[in-house]
């Protein structure tokens, strides 16, 4: 009965002090409003920075690759401001920097992604493109983390969107994308600052997508996980990727794995792979790889000309290309921005498959 008691008396302790910090929490005030997003779409940015000699703001809706910045304007209160031009309906991410010290997030704005080891601010502009990334009052699909074992003997984790209805519908199956992310992403990089849940949530609520399982894997082998969600403790994210074969490898283990372990339709014809970047290099290799298993690719601002002799799952590319294509791919889908640095190896990729004849199937 002591150590019951003790017990109980330890959980009450624990109990009181969480109480404490949440009531704490409720009196918290926010003097600084940031950021406040006008009808006409502009968006003013505030920063409460006193002592601050100059504070910059940076994001992508100044330019595509964040290498812009923009100075903000000392108001009264040691409050610093910036306001945009109005914006087109879209989900903008941004950072401020005091005195050129280094990122800052928006401590006034409570949503923040990552993108490698780079913590965003961000906020979506209504009315347009900007409501897909936006939860809306529609069916919701499920997103679980789970651990699939590998032949190495690890269990590596992955992130898996099931659409409205999966759990209820026992008899349903299903068609898989499985999709990939870039060089120094995750697992979480898609779910996350991709948005991928509430993007597909719209979308089949619209019509414009069928319901679908959505897998995300990490494409970096040398961590089983994203920092923080492993036994390899809290790493400090890096500019990480595996692009010697080996990630590759592990493919037909993974679909194996979502197969059987959700109500999938199996049929080459009813699987999907796509990925950025890094994640665009590799669902061009593992299509190429296992022609039989996926019907639809998709590559976005991919990185395709970056395979290296001598490994070899990237070994005699052109005889595996052209086994691949004489299977008629339903879509072999090549997408990249004309500003993109990979916008000349994806010329040069587009160019190669003309000569070959192999672009037949490309949309």
């Known amino acids: 009965m002591n150590i019951l008691r003790s017990m109980l008396v330890a959980i ?32 003013t940015l505030r920063l409460y920075a006193p002592y601050a ?18 100075e903000m304007t000392r108001c009264d209160g040691g409050i610093w401001e910036y306001r945009t031009e109005p914006l087109p309906s879209e989900m903008y991410c941004y950072w401020f920097s005091i005195d050129d010290s280094g990122d800052l997030c928006d401590p006034a704005n409570s949503y923040v992604v990552r993108d490698v080891g780079r913590q965003m601010s961000y906020f979506i502009i209504p009315g347009g493109r900007g409501d897909i990334y936006a939860a809306q009052n529609v069916p919701h699909g499920t997103v679980s983390r789970v651990w699939a074992p590998m032949e190495d003997g690890r269990e590596r984790r992955m992130v898996v ?16 994308l499985y999709l990939l992310h870039g060089m120094g992403g995750d697992e979480e990089a898609w779910i ?23 897998v995300m894997t990490n494409g970096c082998t040398n961590h089983v996980a994203a ?31 979502v197969d059987d372990n959700y109500r999938t339709r199996s049929q080459m014809e009813y699987r999907a792979i796509a990925g950025l970047s890094m994640g665009g290099f ?24 970056r395979h290296k002799e001598g490994i070899a799952l990237y070994d005699n590319r052109d005889e595996k290309l052209a086994e691949q294509f004489a299977l008629k791919p339903a879509l072999y889908w090549i997408a990249i921005g004309k500003d993109d640095f990979l916008y000349a190896e994806n ?4 160019a190669f498959l ?10």
């Open 282 to 305: 590799h669902s061009l290799q593992i299509s190429k790889e296992y022609p039989t298993m996926f019907d639809y690719v998709g590559l976005f601002s991919a990185a395709v000309m």
């Open 354 to 363: 003309d000569e070959k004849g192999l672009r037949l199937h490309i949309r």
């Open 192 to 214: 996350a600052t991709g948005r991928l849940a509430e993007i597909m949530d719209n979308l089949i609520a619209e019509g414009k997508a069928e319901p679908m399982i959505v």
């Open 227 to 257: 920092p923080g969600f492993s036994h390899e403790g809290m790493w400090r994210p890096y500019m990480s990727g595996s692009m010697d074969g080996s990630f590759e490898a592990m493919f037909p283990t993974i679909v194996e794995w």
């Open 12 to 43: 009450a302790m624990v109990v009181s002090s969480i109480s404490a910090m949440a009531q704490q929490n409720l009196w918290q005030k926010q003097s600084v409003i940031s950021p406040e997003i006008a009808a006409d779409g502009s968006v």
């Open 161 to 176: 969107y099931t659409p409205a209805g999966y759990e209820s519908n026992k008899k349903m199956k299903y068609p898989v």
């Open 347 to 350: 010329v040069e990729y587009r």
């Open 53 to 70: 000699e100059r504070v910059m703001v940076c994001g992508d809706m100044f330019d595509a690759y964040n290498s812009e910045a923009r």
